[in-house]
């Protein structure tokens, strides 16, 4: 079962904000990064799903580990139900995603939703 770890605020130097995720994936001995790639909804490449093809290769460039894009059109909309479902509306919803739990929960999404194709595939 995939939970969230945390989340990285960007810093506005792309550099500082990989080497930061190449001492979490160093700390928590991540063997794979999976980077959402937020296809459009028809299945296509937007610039979105474009900059984070190249934010990918850029990690990979850092990273001593495989890095892999996983669709994650759809994670945002199940994270929201996820917290509903537990409760979190209203006041308790905007402070959440001030806090980063919707991000957080979306990113276990998709993270989820990674391993669940990948156990289906062996």
């Known amino acids: 079962?995939?939970?969230?770890?945390?989340?990285i605020q960007r810093s506005g130097d792309m550099n500082a904000d990989r080497a930061r995720v190449a001492e979490i994936v160093a700390e928590v001995e991540a063997g794979l990064v999976v980077v959402g790639?937020?296809?459009?909804l028809d299945g296509s490449e937007g610039?979105?799903?474009?900059?984070?093809?190249?934010?990918?290769?850029?990690?990979?460039?850092?990273?001593d580990v495989p890095v892999e894009c996983h669709d994650e059109r759809l994670t945002s909309v199940a994270a929201n139900r996820s917290l509903t479902e537990a409760g979190?509306?209203?006041?308790?919803?905007?402070?959440?995603?001030?806090?980063g739990a919707v991000d957080q929960t979306?990113?276990?999404v998709l993270l989820q939703s990674w391993l669940n194709?990948?156990?289906n595939a062996r």
């Open 88 to 99: 979190v509306t209203g006041r308790r919803r905007q402070k959440a995603r001030r806090a």
């Open 1 to 7: 079962m995939a939970t969230p770890y945390s989340t």
């Open 37 to 40: 790639l937020p296809l459009s």
């Open 106 to 108: 979306a990113a276990a």
């Open 117 to 119: 194709g990948h156990r």
């Open 47 to 63: 610039p979105a799903a474009r900059a984070a093809l190249d934010e990918a290769g850029a990690l990979r460039a850092v990273l």
